[in-house]
């Protein structure tokens, strides 16, 4: 008879909601019921399966797990500007084991950041911050804005657990006491629940953000705006003057905002008006993630080299230069000379130039499952699934780190615990004392 257990405040690793309140019912090693999750993540844990593979494939051959991290370590060690990319889908303690690799071996470490929200994090450190956890948005804000985003098909539960339905300490009749707000430059399905939809021209939101920020100022606006934006003078003073007489507001951004003209520009200009706000009411300001652990793998690369993503440690030292650094550019540059990709797969996404470079040259991959990026690979691991099978942290979209409870265990390693292995193997090949001060 099959063991059947319930796993309680389990935590979806889906995408970067992190809904830690899903319970899970387990048989075997089959996740069967995932309640409180969307159709996302009812899909992320009942469509798991432990596959019958090899824990390492080197040159496309079965080989042993130590045979594999001696071959990645030689290839990390021999390479002269090797990349480390991906950690987006994968605990903090892995990724920490990433950025000592980079350390030890002077490599260039970017994450998925880099093709994503990449410009926000250019913007944070331009213009600052005004932010707040989901927590306290749910509690106050009586006026939500998304920008360039479509969470009713990206994030399900966003609406329903952070910020447009819940019932909160201080709006207390949950969307009865909200008006919702959606600019975008189509109409998708989470306009259906908006009070007001903004439809903006592509590529023109930074001139719609500085016409908002003139605005808040009391300064003139051209009448031209609506033949420059798309949007109605009349519609930009509507908006502002409920920004500016809402109790809290909140303006969540997605990649509409920040993958499109103007980029780092744009999530400035929208960082900048809540600024401006502030002089007025509380209002703050979230980008909204996509991967479970994109925003652990930013605070992760913070707090280990002062810098989000695109770090290069080749002068022995952290750089941090966008364009330069970033993964994509060094590969459709032909410039890095050999691979780590760890729960990516940038094979089935880069642009051609970069995925032709990235066959050219060795190619680690740490991934679960089979992916573009693990069949070119020179060394490929199979590892088990952060969230299902191995615990760990992880940070949620706002910045709060929460702990997996893993649903059952796998035959597959971790990430962490394949990185642990190539960083002490390669500290050996090295000569390079570890942290308890052993010599090799």
């Known amino acids: 008879m099959t063991d059947v257990r319930v796993v309680e405040n389990a935590t979806c690793t889906f995408c970067g909601c992190v809904c830690d309140d899903i319970i899970l019912t387990v048989e075997g090693d089959r996740i069967t019921q995932a309640k409180n999750a969307c159709t996302l993540g009812k899909a992320w844990f009942t469509e798991h399966t432990i596959e019958d593979r090899p824990v390492a494939l080197v040159d496309g051959r079965e080989a042993a797990l130590q045979e594999a991290v ?10 002269r500007f090797p990349v480390i990319y991906g950690l987006s889908d994968t605990t903090c303690e892995a990724q920490r084991e990433a950025v000592a690799i980079a350390d030890y071996i002077g490599a260039n470490i970017d994450t998925t950041t880099s093709v994503c929200h990449g410009p926000s994090g250019i913007a944070f ?5 005004s932010t707040a956890t989901l927590g306290e948005i749910k509690n106050r804000a009586d006026l939500v804005i998304y920008w360039g985003g479509n969470p009713a098909e990206a994030h399900p539960r966003h609406f329903t657990r952070y910020s447009v339905t819940p019932k909160g300490m201080f709006v207390p009749r949950g969307r009865k006491d909200r008006t919702v707000v ?15 939809f903004i439809q903006v021209k592509p590529g023109k939101d930074f001139e719609v953000l500085w016409a ?9 606006v051209p009448s031209f705006i609506e033949e420059e934006t798309g949007v109605p003078l ?11 007489n809402c109790r809290y507001g909140v303006l969540f951004f997605g990649m509409g905002l920040t993958m499109t003209r103007g980029r780092h520009f744009n999530s400035g200009a929208l960082l900048a008006l809540v600024t401006d706000l502030n002089e007025y009411t509380h209002f703050v300001a979230k980008p909204v993630r996509g991967h479970g652990n994109v925003t652990g793998a930013d605070n992760v690369l913070s707090w280990q080299t002062g810098f989000p993503f695109a770090v290069n440690f080749s002068r022995g030292f952290p750089r941090f230069n966008p364009g330069e650094f970033t993964t994509v550019d060094l590969l459709a540059r032909g410039e890095a000379d050999a691979a780590l990709i760890i729960a990516s797969d940038p094979a089935s996404n880069f642009p051609r130039p970069a995925i032709e470079h990235l066959r050219r040259i060795p190619v680690i991959a740490l991934d679960p499952k089979p992916t573009y990026t693990t069949d070119i690979a020179k060394v490929a691991f199979t590892t088990a699934t952060y969230g299902i099978n191995v615990a760990g942290t992880v940070y949620r979209m706002d910045d709060v780190p929460i702990y997996l409870r893993p649903a059952f265990p796998s035959p597959y390693p971790s990430d962490e615990e394949v990185l642990r292995a190539i960083k002490v193997r390669v500290c050996e090949l090295l000569d390079i004392p570890l942290p308890n001060g052993k010599h090799h």
């Open 70 to 79: 001696e071959a990645a370590a030689r290839i990390l060690v021999e390479s």
């Open 125 to 129: 450190q331009g213009v600052g911050e």
């Open 212 to 220: 908002l920020r003139a605005l808040v100022k009391g300064r003139p």
């Open 182 to 196: 959606l600019v975008d430059v189509r109409r998708t399905p989470s306009a259906r629940a908006a009070d007001i």
């Open 234 to 244: 009349a519609t930009l003073q509507d908006l502002v003057e409920r920004m500016k």
